[in-house]
């Protein structure tokens, strides 16, 4: 390796934001945060969504209802479409 073209990697506290849940990673990201645990200093990243807050790994995952949506989006525009159709055939 080459000196001095490599970022410096150090222990790094990420804080997820929704429920404060916190992981130490060796990471090179740069912070103006602290935070001190046990007696050492680390700096800290907040984050918006980790694995213990994304609901694909908590179970709390939607599945979207697809047939719904169209039979929806149908209902909605399904008369404008069909006298579009029409128009078309005629000219």
């Not at 602290?34 to 680390?42: K, L, N, V």
């Amino acid at each position: 390796m080459k000196a001095e073209i490599h970022p410096e990697v150090r222990p790094v506290i990420f804080q997820d934001s929704v429920n404060g849940c916190m992981y130490r990673i060796d990471s090179a990201v740069e912070s103006r945060e602290t935070i001190t645990i046990e007696g050492q200093e680390y700096p800290l990243v907040k984050v918006d969504v980790t694995s213990s807050s994304h609901p694909f790994y908590t179970g709390n995952q939607r599945i979207m209802d697809t047939a719904g949506r169209v039979e929806k989006f149908g209902s909605k525009f399904g008369a404008n479409l069909s006298r579009l159709a029409k128009k078309k055939g005629k000219a």
